[in-house]
């Protein structure tokens, strides 16, 4: 086996045992026995756990970041936007799952290399940009985009990760669902929200 798809094989055999364990859960001897390898051979292409578990999640980080990005590119109406962002990230669930666990698993490495919380906050960024617009557009205040782009990523991101564990109903009809919720709120846009009933300051000011 050439150097190159040694290092590959070690990886497939990693990300397995990362998404099934956690990062703490395992260990070098195990990722080469499960390769037919020595230990050496694993610290010799990566130095150790936290080199292969880095690799890992820059790969699942570009992997998904990629088909969000390419989701909101060259669609013409806004519902088009959460449609897509919708259905890439469900997809990538549904074609990588082994991925998605590690992504939404915390790790000290993690923190270093990038988490799912901070990949969702770089897509809400993108995200918000679009509402700004749609929020000029349409007489409203483009000040408030950034909170309303992290509620609507936050809330497709939860939902992926509930429907990760369950995948019940289809794809597609939770995609939709998260568009009907998403888009008739956009929709039906209040210029100046209130709280039907304010509660009472605990200050008494």
Do not use: C
């Amino acid at each position: 086996m050439t150097a190159s798809a040694r290092r590959e094989q070690l990886v497939i055999v990693a990300r397995s045992l990362f998404a099934e364990k956690g990062f703490d859960g395992t260990s070098v001897e195990e990722i080469a026995l499960r390769a037919d390898v020595s230990k050496p051979v694993v610290y010799e292409h990566f130095g150790g756990k936290e080199g292969i578990y880095a690799v890992i999640v820059d790969r699942e980080v570009a992997a998904l970041t990629g088909a969000l990005t390419r989701s909101l590119v060259n669609r013409e109406h806004p519902k088009q936007h959460v449609e897509s962002a919708t259905i890439a990230l469900l997809t990538y669930i549904e074609d990588s799952p082994d991925g998605f666990r590690i992504l939404v698993r915390d790790s000290p490495v993690a923190q270093a290399t990038g988490t799912f919380s901070s990949l969702i906050g770089d897509v809400a960024t993108q995200v918000e940009g679009l509402l700004a617009g749609q929020f000029v557009k349409r007489g409203l205040d483009p000040g408030v985009a950034p909170i309303y782009s992290q509620m609507l990523v936050g809330m497709v991101a939860l939902t992926g990760q509930h429907w990760s564990e369950v995948r019940q109903p289809s794809k597609h009809e939770v995609a939709a669902h998260i568009v009907n919720l998403a888009w008739n709120g956009l929709s039906n846009f209040e210029q100046a929200p209130t709280l039907a009933k304010p509660p009472a300051d605990p200050d008494g000011a």
